[in-house]
């Protein structure tokens, strides 16, 4: 499976932006949808974005829609771009390889993580 490394994450004022980044390292990345969840302490890991194989297809947490954008490229790499940030935005931010029918299905294949914490 996959080895997936994000990075990108840091501190910033609400209504700033990040970009998240997920590298991936092994075979077939181009065979896996990719997905972003994130989770504060206490809680469920919740979701956020996910992109389907060909990158043709996304989805998007409600929270989220309009203010986040995932996309990839064909060699080894997921973003998350992060506009408009709000304070409850803050989470550890994990990526995450999956399938796509129709929507996304997540495995148990997850990156360390990357802080996000949006100050108001």
């Known amino acids: 499976q996959l080895q997936l490394v994000e990075s990108g994450g840091g501190l910033v004022q609400a209504g700033g932006s990040l970009r998240l980044s997920c590298v991936a390292s092994g075979r077939a990345f181009s065979r896996y949808a990719m997905g972003w969840f994130r989770q504060n302490p206490g809680k469920e890991r919740e979701f956020v974005a996910a992109i389907s194989w060909s990158g043709g297809s996304t989805n998007y947490a409600d929270s989220v829609k309009g203010r986040f954008t995932i996309s990839r490229d064909a060699k080894n790499t997921v973003y998350l771009q992060m506009n408009s940030l709000k304070p409850e935005d803050t989470a550890v931010y994990y990526c995450?390889?999956?399938?796509?029918?129709?929507?996304?299905?997540?495995?148990?294949?997850w990156g360390q993580g990357t802080q996000v914490t949006v100050s108001s």
């Open positions: 995450n390889t999956g399938t796509w029918r129709d929507t996304y299905y997540s495995t148990d294949n």
